[in-house]
């Protein structure tokens, strides 16, 4: 899995990213900084991928 992908994120948390990243844009940050500020939100609250195949934790 290349780096910057999100297929083994689940629906709610593409939700969340795609709402979390609209708000920065909100507040002027640029889309791609918005972008990444979102992605580094929900990793940080969720603990990052839940789908199977992820990120290879508790192998």
């Known amino acids: 899995?290349?780096?910057g992908e999100k297929s083994k994120y689940t629906?709610?948390?593409q939700r969340?990213?795609?709402h979390i990243e609209e708000g920065y844009k909100?507040?002027?940050v640029s889309g791609?900084?918005?972008e990444?500020?979102?992605w580094a939100?929900?990793?940080r609250q969720d603990g990052g991928g839940k789908e199977p195949g992820g990120s290879g934790r508790d192998k």
């Open 1 to 3: 899995m290349p780096r």
């Open 11 to 13: 629906d709610k948390q």
């Open 16 to 18: 969340k990213a795609k």
């Open 26 to 28: 909100e507040r002027g």
């Open 32 to 34: 791609e900084q918005a």
């Open 36 to 38: 990444r500020r979102a």
């Open 41 to 43: 939100t929900v990793n």
